[in-house]
């Protein structure tokens, strides 16, 4: 436990931005595999409206600041080849 009143402060709302944004990570997570379901069952509508969403995600979480945009860069490439298969 801090000893100065800032920095138990500081632990509270760096405890509140952790869960936050775990649970983005998460709910981007969940939207990449969607797709990659999509694409096992051989469904292209489906899989690119999941990449839709995927995409969507993705970018928000640059905007956000969750995910760094080299990264959310490899995932969008990596998804648009898996879908591109179905093609």
Do not use: C, W
């Not at 709910?27 to 839709?52: G, H, I, R, Y």
């Not at 995927?54 to 860069?73: Q, R």
């Amino acid at each position: 436990m801090a000893h100065i009143k800032q920095q138990a402060k500081r632990n509270i709302t760096n405890e509140k931005k952790r869960l936050l944004n775990a649970a983005y990570k998460s709910s981007v997570k969940t939207t990449v595999k969607n797709v990659e379901k999509a694409v096992a069952a051989k469904d292209l509508p489906a899989a690119e409206t999941a990449l839709v969403a995927a995409f969507e995600k993705l970018d928000k979480a640059i905007s956000k600041g969750f995910l760094h945009k080299n990264n959310v860069a490899r995932h969008k490439s990596r998804l648009q080849k898996l879908v591109n298969t179905l093609k």
